[in-house]
């Protein structure tokens, strides 16, 4: 394959499993058991993958640290009180972090400094999301807003109540449009427009959805199933059983000339799938499976060559704020600065932070 890839899991009984992939272009693909470790106090909710650290979150309110190019345990992010609910990067300089507590955390990722946090939400932050470029942010939570920051100023750019609770929002690949799960259904939003431009219902409630290309999303669910839809159509594309079980994470990686679906499972199982992208999508084949023996909740793909590449800026029309459309209108990477990353709710009293932990 020549490629390094390594499968990232988390569970219900606070462990973290690792698997690197091998594969023999004649037989199944191998996950041969790389390490595991007893990461948390509680069932891990989250886990996340730069090129070179993997950073998972438990219910335990702690944010454990790994650096899987020397292969150590980096340590630990104390700040959030209560469950941290989502985890992401932003290429390999920044982690975004979610909880209970309804804060959004900024880390540097140089020294694991928390560099800003904010009073995102009212109730919990269930789910964010970082725009391909570096200067937008997406977050939903328990206080049925879908909130848009504005990574370049630091500043609130708009928020738009949807009536439900959200579980998940993701940006497409490109860019230009995003998607907001409520318990069944998909929420499609043009970014251009910043208007709601269709919706797509899932059989059953959605745990789990990954772009697999700009258009074609997979949706896992609480039952063995996974489909395939294109969110520029609405429609369904195909669907195949991946497990016994409800599918808990869905993931993704290109390999050759086809894309490989990553799906776990409460089943115990890590299952590899061959894609094949074309005009008629056909489901999948099985490449190669691993049995964890543990009730899995999250999935990553850690790939160490996998640097952010930044793609052209969306061609963007008028949105609900003029400044944003402004900033994805320049032609330049913006990284998000310490001294004005996002601005925190001054109605909120400010809470001293706890040290990051580092163990020996």
Not at 60 to 73: C, F, H, P, R, S
Not at 230 to 252: I, M, N, P
Not at 312 to 322: F, I, L, Q, R, Y
């Amino acid at each position: 394959m020549g490629q390094v890839v390594e499968l990232i899991a988390g569970s219900y009984e606070q462990i973290i499993f690792g698997y690197k992939l091998t594969c023999d272009p004649q037989s199944e693909w191998k996950a041969t058991a790389d390490f595991s470790h007893h990461a948390h106090t509680a069932s891990i909710s989250a886990v996340a993958a730069s090129e070179r650290f993997v950073v998972t979150g438990s219910k335990d309110e702690t944010i454990q640290l790994y650096d899987l190019k020397k292969g150590v345990e980096h340590g630990a992010l104390l700040h959030h009180d209560g469950t941290i609910s989502c985890l992401e990067f932003y290429g390999s300089s920044h982690l975004l972090s979610g909880g209970e507590d309804g804060l959004i955390c900024v880390w540097s990722t140089k020294k694991w400094e928390c560099l800003k946090s904010i009073k995102a939400h009212k109730g919990k932050v269930t789910s964010l999301s970082v725009h391909p470029s570096g200067k937008l942010a997406l977050s939903v939570g328990t206080d049925k807003t879908l909130r848009t920051w504005n990574l370049v100023d630091g500043r609130a750019a708009y928020i738009k109540n949807i009536k439900l609770n959200a579980q998940i929002v993701r940006w497409s690949p490109e860019g230009d449009r995003y998607v907001v799960v409520i318990d069944d259904k998909v929420d499609v939003y043009d970014l251009a427009t910043a208007s709601l431009t269709g919706s797509i219902i899932n059989p059953k409630r959605i745990s789990s959805i990954k772009f697999i290309t700009n258009s074609i999303l997979a949706i896992a669910g609480d039952d063995e199933k996974v489909r395939l839809c294109d969110v520029g159509t609405e429609s369904w594309l195909c669907e195949f059983t991946a497990h016994e079980t409800r599918v808990k994470a869905v993931d993704c990686f290109s390999a050759e000339d086809y894309c490989v679906l990553v799906t776990a499972s409460n089943d115990g199982f890590i299952k590899m799938w061959k894609l094949q992208i074309g005009e008629e999508l056909k489901p999948p084949t099985l490449l190669g499976e691993v049995n964890t023996t543990a009730r899995l909740t999250c999935l990553a793909v850690w790939r160490p060559e996998s640097i952010l590449e930044v793609k052209d800026e969306p061609k963007v029309g008028p949105t609900a704020s003029e400044e944003i459309t402004q900033e994805l209108m320049k032609n330049k990477r913006v990284r998000i600065a310490a001294e004005a990353v996002i601005i925190e709710d001054e109605s909120a009293p400010k809470k001293k932070a706890k040290k990051t932990q580092k163990k020996q």
